[in-house]
C-alpha cells in the first residue's frame, strides 16, 4: 500500500523523510545558504507549498536535518567498540567526530558551529553527543582511569578544544592534510589527557 509507506513489501520514503533527504543533501553539498523551501520542493518534485505541511518555515526545516544528524552521530558513538584503556576510548569517539567533520565539513559547521535558533544551551541543555561524552569520562573516574574531576566541565574542555581546531581548518586556518591535521588534534587531546590521567 504506497498510501501507507510501502509498496510491494519494499518501505518507500514518505513525503517528509524526502524532503529531509533532499535538504540535507543540499546542505551537504552547498551549505545552509542555499536551502530554500521552493528549492527543496523542486528537488521532491512536489508543489512549491507542500514542504509548509511538514514544516513551519525553513530553520524548521533545517532544524530537523540537525535533529536527525545528531540522532546518528550520538547513535555511531554508542555503537562504537569499547576501548579497556579509557584514554583509548576517548581518542575513539574523538575520532568519530573528526571522520563526521572532515566527510561532511558544511553539515558539521550547520549542527555544531552555525547560529540557529534550535541550537542547545550548554551545559544546561541536554545534548545527545556532550552527553555521552560526560559518560565516557564518568566511566572513566569510577574505574580509578582518570583523576577525579567535573566531568561536565571537563566534556566542554574537550570539545571546545576539538570544535575550536576543526573550525580553523574548515576556516582555512590550518593548512595540512587530513592525517596531518587529525594527527594535530591528536597530539592536543594528549596534552589534555596527560593532565587529567590518574
Known amino acids: 500500500d504506497p498510501a501507507r509507506g510501502h509498496f510491494y513489501g519494499v518501505k518507500v520514503p514518505d513525503t517528509r523523510d524526502r524532503i529531509v533527504d533532499a535538504t540535507?543533501?543540499?546542505?551537504?553539498?552547498?551549505?545552509?545558504?542555499?536551502?530554500?523551501m521552493r528549492r527543496i520542493a523542486g528537488r521532491c518534485e512536489i508543489s512549491a507549498m507542500a514542504p509548509y505541511w511538514y514544516f513551519a518555515n525553513r530553520e524548521a526545516l533545517l532544524e530537523a536535518v540537525c535533529t536527525e544528524a545528531f540522532e546518528e552521530v550520538a547513535?555511531?558513538?554508542?555503537?562504537?567498540?569499547?576501548?579497556?584503556?579509557?584514554?583509548d576510548d576517548l581518542m575513539a569517539i574523538a575520532d568519530l567526530l573528526?571522520?563526521?567533520?572532515?566527510?561532511?565539513?558544511?553539515l558539521y559547521d550547520y549542527m555544531f558551529v552555525a547560529t540557529r535558533p534550535g541550537a542547545r544551551q550548554l551545559p544546561g541543555d541536554e545534548s545527545p553527543t556532550l552527553s555521552l561524552l560526560i559518560e565516557a569520562l564518568s566511566d572513566g573516574m569510577r574505574r580509578g582511569a582518570l583523576r577525579d574531576d567535573d566531568p561536565v566541565g571537563l566534556a566542554?574542555?574537550?570539545?571546545?578544544?576539538?570544535?575550536?581546531?576543526i573550525a580553523l581548518r574548515h576556516g582555512g586556518r590550518i593548512g595540512l592534510s587530513d592525517d596531518g591535521f587529525r594527527g594535530l588534534c591528536h597530539d592536543s587531546l594528549r596534552r589534555i589527557f596527560d593532565g587529567i590521567r590518574a
Open 75 to 87: 547513535a555511531q558513538w554508542r555503537q562504537r567498540p569499547r576501548r579497556a584503556d579509557s584514554i
Open 156 to 165: 566542554l574542555t574537550l570539545a571546545a578544544q576539538l570544535h575550536g581546531l
Open 24 to 36: 540535507r543533501e543540499v546542505l551537504e553539498s552547498e551549505g545552509a545558504a542555499a536551502v530554500t
Open 98 to 106: 573528526l571522520d563526521f567533520a572532515l566527510a561532511r565539513p558544511r
